[in-house]
């Protein structure tokens, strides 16, 4: 039998009209969809038969055909706008909370993280301060991952399993630390389905785009064309290495118009 690949999908903040995002540079508005595209896309899984899974869910790595729905960031529409439309659609889906934002404009309040999670759907962590894991000291990283997810944790009175890494960086470090804090999982953002055989701390993830069409959704779903954003992806890595990441990031803001995850 084959393998059952599962691709992880990124959410972010979502966009209504009248309403302010948390942040207004490009680099962050390219990942914000407006909820009737958000909407879209969650009609178009359940009417293609794709079940929307937790990132637990999908550990199991069902047979049945299905995607992994996860967000980052722990913005407000997580509660307002994204759960009810995964609600009505019959989709599970992860919240990975940046917790040193929480109760912040724009994010979740401690009482909305519960409600989120009393509503069935599963929390994650996403670091204290959205930092990039692969630069910090390990003091810093004890912060961002140890301490984010007691703070989380005592918020919601039960524990956490899952971790996502800001802008997707992540080193052997940041990996050990999650291990040893007692995550179970941590996801990234590279370009690649998931299977049994990915490891548990190196999750795939595909950021869903504000301008992506809803065929390249159905596409990206179902694992299709992949390939070729790993190949851009291996390029930015690339030159993210020789550079370092913040010239990196400065010359991705101004030529490229690219920027937060
Ligand atoms: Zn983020």
Redesign the pocket.
């Known amino acids: 039998m084959a393998l059952s690949r599962i691709v992880f999908l990124m959410y972010h903040e979502l966009e209504l009209p009248g309403r302010q995002l948390v942040q207004s540079e490009p680099g962050y508005v390219r990942y914000i969809l407006a909820l009737d595209t958000f909407r879209n896309q969650m009609q178009w899984l359940k009417s293609s038969g794709l079940r929307g899974l937790n990132v637990s869910d999908a550990l199991l790595y069902p047979a049945e055909p299905s995607v992994c729905i996860t967000f980052?960031?722990g913005c407000e529409t997580d509660l307002i706008d994204a759960a009810p439309v995964l609600r009505e659609f019959g989709a599970r889906a992860t919240f990975y909370l940046t917790a040193g934002f929480l109760g912040t404009p724009g994010y979740l309040t401690a009482d909305q993280v519960r409600q989120l999670d009393s509503l069935g759907f599963e929390i994650g962590c996403?670091s204290m301060t959205?930092p990039y894991l692969s630069d910090l000291s390990d003091a810093e990283l004890g912060r961002e991952i140890v301490d984010a997810k007691l703070h989380i944790e005592r918020i919601l009175g039960h524990a956490i399993e899952h971790f996502s890494c800001?802008g997707g960086r992540y080193d052997e470090r940041t990996l050990a630390t999650a291990r040893r804090a007692g995550f179970r999982t941590v996801a990234n953002s590279r370009f690649h389905a998931n299977s049994s055989s990915t490891s548990a701390y190196e999750l795939g993830r595909v950021a869903i785009l504000r301008d992506l069409r809803l065929e390249d959704f159905a596409a990206t779903c179902q694992g299709r064309g992949l390939w070729k954003k790993q190949l851009q992806d291996r390029t930015r890595q690339t030159v993210r290495q020789v550079l370092g990441n913040r010239i990196y990031d400065k010359l991705r803001a101004t030529v490229l118009g690219e920027g937060?995850?």
């Open positions: 980052d960031d996403h959205h800001p937060h995850q």
